[in-house]
């Protein structure tokens, strides 16, 4: 019995061992076979599937940057123009790891190694930040041959003005990423700026491209824009601007050209200027555009208009009498006076010696709505709508809160403002026989829309009476121009203090158009605050008038009044017959050859 029990007991602990060695052998051989089955399912049926998620882990969509529109004057020449440029950047997870490649990049961008260490480990937990903005490709292609690791370039556009400080107020300028901050540029902004592309690209363990996968979409460029501005005559605006300033020791000035059959601005120059192709230069003082956003009291550049709406009522003639003795005259408490005692005048009198007196007896003959009307249908108060940003709308207070002395300081360019474009826009409506056209910046393809201000004949009345302004007994006889008649009005306005108007601190006008037999320029230059001794507008805006308006109707071959026309036989050119030499101008020579 004993012995039977001994044997069971053997073969039961035996069969206890090879059953757990059994139990243990199989959990084995099951877990190779799902360990198997898994590598056959990642290999064989979901190949695909994490190829494609690897893939991903390396593959990026990078911005195809567009390049801004370029801004060209009216024959096309460029104003503005957009020049392709890398930005360089890193990625500080990667190339933190590797400061040899950061003063390789430091010394390839001429940067301290020491900053640009220190700027991309202090950023060590992004992915991205910009080492070099607008980098010339020539140093972007050796950045890109040194291969450092967690580096990479990026295109973009740096805007490029081919004028610089000669167009700069009236352009604007750009940041660094080709956004518009100021002038033209911030105006026309949306119809400028491009938009980006995207393309699929592969980078490396390194964050370094490897591979261009293709275009996702393409970049779209922006839309070029065509300015009314004639660059040649833009430079000699400004060359002539920038020289009375320095010559008189002013404070800043303007000068505007309209084209008086479209409206269209020819030349806006404004001084004191920047550079935006230098950012370093660029101030908030010399970045206005005084023609548009500063506005000013006119003075006696209004008084033609205050002649015309008086002319208008049929009640006078140019050949009335205006007795301006004794040089003085009491209105609503206050005392108006003339630079002398002019006596007796007529209207072309009126206009020459600048009589406040008579542009006084006028206004009241007029009444303060009639005048009221008159500035206002000529734009003044109101905005010309040109779109430029901050433009001024000038001031032109209701004609019922006018009081007599208003009207009649209204009638000389006192208790009005406005800005050097609404003055501009008023004498091409003088020169377009009476009626405004609305000004434009941009190239007129179509005629514009007008409305008639005065009648025909009113107009060219007045344009005729101007002309004396120039005549040597005229208040701007160095306004006048070699082979051109010129009709413009003076104003030498005295400026608004604290204490009231100050007898020592102006601002000179000078508006006019030539040639006056057959108006085809505007031109008005406002220079504020001289201070080298002469501060009268004859002396100091008249002569910027006259080299301007003179350089530009040859620049535009335009006809002189005086020139007499040739027969048509011998302006064809017919056989046989000899076409005669042009005349010399009065003051001028010809040799002939």
């Known amino acids: 019995m004993k012995a039977l029990w001994a044997i069971l007991t053997n073969w039961a602990g035996w069969l206890g061992v090879r059953w757990r060695a059994g139990v243990v052998l199989m959990v084995f051989a099951l877990a190779s076979m799902v360990l198997l089955g898994r590598a056959v399912q990642l290999q064989v049926t979901e190949r695909d599937f994490y190829a494609e998620q690897g893939g991903d882990r390396h593959m990026r969509m990078q911005t195809i940057p567009a390049h801004r529109g370029m801004i060209t004057d009216r024959n096309g020449e460029p104003l503005a123009i957009s020049v392709g440029m890398h930005a360089v950047w890193a990625d500080p997870s990667v190339i933190s790891a590797h400061p040899d490649a950061l003063r390789r990049l430091a010394s390839l961008l001429e940067q301290p190694a020491d900053q640009l260490i220190r700027r991309v480990r202090e950023r060590s937990s992004r992915r991205f930040v910009y080492v070099a903005r607008q980098v010339r490709p020539s140093l972007a292609e050796q950045v890109r041959a040194a291969n450092l690791p967690g580096v990479g370039l990026q295109r973009e556009y740096k805007r490029f003005y081919p004028t610089a400080d000669v167009s700069a107020p009236l352009l604007g300028f750009s940041n660094i990423d080709d ?10 902004d949306r119809m400028l700026s491009g938009e980006p592309g995207k393309r699929r690209i592969l980078k490396d363990g390194d964050d370094r491209e490897i ?5 996702i979409r393409a970049a779209r460029p922006g839309e070029g824009l065509a300015l009314s501005i004639d660059r ?13 300033i320095e010559q008189h020791e002013a404070e800043s000035g303007t000068v505007v050209m309209m084209d008086v059959s479209t409206g269209e601005v020819l030349a806006m120059a404004s001084a004191p200027s920047f550079n935006p192709n230098n950012r370093a230069t660029i101030d908030p003082k010399t970045t206005r555009n005084h023609a548009i956003v500063d506005q000013f009291e006119p003075g006696s550049a209004v008084k033609p208009f205050t002649v015309a709406a008086a002319l208008s009522t049929g009640r006078w003639q140019p050949t009335d009498i205006l007795d301006t003795a004794p040089g003085y005259r009491r209105v609503g408490g206050y005392t108006i006076h003339d630079h002398r005692n002019y006596g007796k005048l007529d209207f072309e ?11 006084s007896m006028l206004a009241e003959d007029l009444g303060a709505e009639a005048l009221w009307q008159t500035y206002r249908g000529l734009g003044f108060g109101q905005l010309t709508a040109v779109g430029f940003p901050g433009e001024a709308s000038g001031s032109l207070s209701l004609w019922r809160d006018w009081r007599k002395a208003d009207t009649a300081a209204h009638s000389y360019g006192y208790g009005l403002s406005v800005t050097a474009l609404q003055l501009a826009a008023a004498y091409v409506a003088l020169g377009n026989g009476g009626q405004y056209i609305q000004p434009s910046l941009l190239r007129r393809d179509e005629p514009a829309e007008t409305r008639q201000v005065f009648d025909p004949g009113t107009a060219r009345t007045v344009v005729g009476l101007l002309r004396s302004v120039v005549s040597p ?6 306004a006048a121009v070699t082979g051109f008649q010129v009709a413009g009005k003076t104003g030498t306005v005295r400026r608004l203090g604290m204490e009231g108007y100050s007898r020592s601190d ?5 508006a006019g158009l030539a040639p006056a037999s057959d108006p085809r320029l ?7 605050r001289p201070s080298a001794g002469k501060v009268y507008a004859g002396d100091v805006a008249a002569p910027v008038f006259q080299r301007v308006m003179s350089g530009a109707l040859r620049m535009l071959n335009i006809r002189p009044d005086d020139l007499p026309r040739l027969p048509l036989q011998q302006i064809a050119g017919d056989t046989g017959s000899v076409v005669p030499p042009v005349p010399a ?6 040799e002939e050859g």
């Not at 009198?349 to 542009?359: F, M, Q, W």
């Not at 102006?506 to 000078?510: D, G, L």
């Open 522 to 528: 505007a031109l008005v230059v406002v220079i504020n």
């Open 506 to 510: 102006y601002n000179t006008v000078f």
């Open 349 to 359: 009198g009126v206009l020459e010696k600048s009589s406040n007196i008579a542009a």
């Open 585 to 590: 101008l009065p003051g001028e020579t010809r």
């Open 179 to 188: 956004e518009g901050l100021a002038g033209i540029e911030l105006a026309f």
């Open 232 to 244: 040649r005559l833009q430079y000699l605006a400004y060359r002539e601007l920038v020289h009375a």
């Open 211 to 215: 591979a261009d996968l293709g275009i």
């Open 473 to 478: 007994t005229g208040t701007a006889p160095v």
